[in-house]
């Protein structure tokens, strides 16, 4: 099958996690057969082309010209996103099917799905209204009913979680039947053969200090503020612990603002964006948080989980359906950093505990979260969404068909007319 992606972001340009998704996704299908095409942004001075171990991967810069906003910004990509494909269908032939990823492709989808007559499939990472706790302004209203078109336009729709599933239907009032629930997943041997590295840990806290890891984009619903609101209360019950921050994000300073104004410097630390180092700071922690407010799935904590790491989560979203509270992991009330201090503190004190939960952690991730069943999933949503095009062509040919023959009845029918009407007008005559 021949396979267009369509993102704003891919490695080593990563802003969230649909890099990550798009770019394992890819590999895996590759090897399981078919022909990937990723078309995406150009950032900096990355190639404009490049195989990326099989994968085509075209990259396009935006226009020359200040953009007035974010949102013209992403319309003007999406131009060129549209003339990039069209140079390459023009050379290479149609693809099979389009694979959008998220409302920031959406109008280069549509247009590429009605120029070229091919299946688009969508996968709706997020949703606006899920990260804002609803739409409270026009740009954030513009970016919801662009969501909303991208799932109109989509033969098929897939989202990461049931919690995500419900959330759109809620949010666009798709059919139920139209909506596929996959899961994004993990390389399998990311940890494998990993020991702890004593030397990388120093950088980050003292041995004898025990390191809560969190890990991700710093903002809001992330809930980072939340977890560091915890800390006086895991401190004072623990002392030995340091918080270790990883990633990078408009919250920042507010972060280090907060920290402060709790006297915690010296047991917070903020280790910035580590991308290549983010494999061993797993092997260094001894607990993961990730205290989401709003997550549509959390790939994050599959990997501390992957990594034999004991994980703390929010119970919302897709982080909720990843993990049973005292079975594979510990689950917090969303925004509560008592619930927090509390889950965290029962891993610290109880190694039995840790060792139960990590172990049926990691057999959960093997067995649910491996990129070749996924890719197997999305390649059915593929042959779904091709099957609905086919169908929809041969419903296409058949009305036109039947609207000939309608039109060439009515016209021998008008004939027919005519020539009895002359008969009689001379008839007489």
Known sequence: MKILMLTWEYPPRIVGGIARVVYDLSKRLIKDGHDVTVVTYKEGDMPDYENDKGVKVYRVPNFEINPNNFIDWIMQLNFNLVSKTTEIINKEGKFDVIHAHDWLVAYAAKTL??????????????????????????????INDTEWLLTYEANEVIVNSNFMKGDIQRLFGLPFEKINVIPNGLNMTAFSGLERDYNFRRQYAADNEKIILTMGRMVYEKGVQHLIAAMPKILDNYHDAKLVVVGKGGM?????????????????????????????????????????????????????????VPTVVSDVGGLGEIVQHGV??????????????DSILALLYN???????????????????????????????????????VAQRQANQIAQEKSQKAKKARNVETEITNLLAFKKKHAYA
Request: aromatic residues 10%.
């Open 113 to 142: 799905k009605h120029s070229f007559d091919i299946p688009l499939v969508a996968t709706i990472h997020a949703t606006e209204a899920g990260r804002n706790g609803g739409i409270h302004d026009e740009v954030q209203r513009y």
């Open 351 to 389: 190694p039995e505990l840790c060792a139960n939960i990590t172990k049926k952690a990691k057999q959960e991730v093997k067995d649910n979260y491996s990129w070749a069943k996924i890719a197997q999933d999305t390649h059915f949503a593929y042959q779904k969404a091709i099957c609905q095009t």
């Open 328 to 341: 594979n992991g510990m689950k917090s009330y969303a925004g509560n950093p008592n619930s927090i201090a």
């Open 252 to 308: 920042i300073d507010d972060l280090k603002a907060q920290v402060h104004s709790l006297g915690i410097d010296q047991k917070v630390y903020f280790a910035g964006f580590l991308n290549s180092r983010k494999v061993p700071i797993y092997q260094c922690a001894d607990v993961a948080v990730f205290p989401s407010t709003y997550e549509p799935f959390g790939i994050v904590a599959l990997e501390s989980m992957l990594a034999g």
